[in-house]
């Protein structure tokens, strides 16, 4: 009976639950006194948010709401990577945050090389923009996961498929 065991890496996050955070933190800009007449607008796009507001201090406001919703959501903040503040129209800036989505071909060789290096029996393969690790043993598998709960990449990890 030499059956294995896996399961697989991934970056990824609840697309639904972002559009609720993006929502909710609209709705606290709308109603919060300092920020109410800043004419503040966040644009959910498929892969990024853009923001549009009267100044960085507003700017700096509207990223701490936005991470506080998505963190009461379970959203990893490791999903937003800001871009660089531009001088929009006016006085105003804009900032496009990009949304981390798949594992990038380098951080997959870094997971490999740290499972191949601290885990004898353990098999990691990059598939496309995931990891798949692979063992003979479930404890093993547990030891793995536990290892790269442990590592701080800058993606939010889940681990799928497992069986």
Known sequence: MASTYSFDVVSDFDRQELVNAVDQTVRDIKSRYDLKDT?????LGDEAITV???SEFTLD????????????RNLSLKIFDYGKVESASGNRVRQEIKLRKGISQEIAKQITKLMRDEFKKVQASIQ???VRVSAKSKDDLQLAIERLKQEDFPVALQFTNYR
Do not use: F
């Open 61 to 72: 406001a509207v990223h701490t709401v936005l991470q506080t919703k998505a963190a009461k």
């Open 39 to 43: 004419q503040t607008t966040l644009d």
């Open 128 to 130: 496309g923009d995931s």
């Open 52 to 54: 549009s507001t009267d």
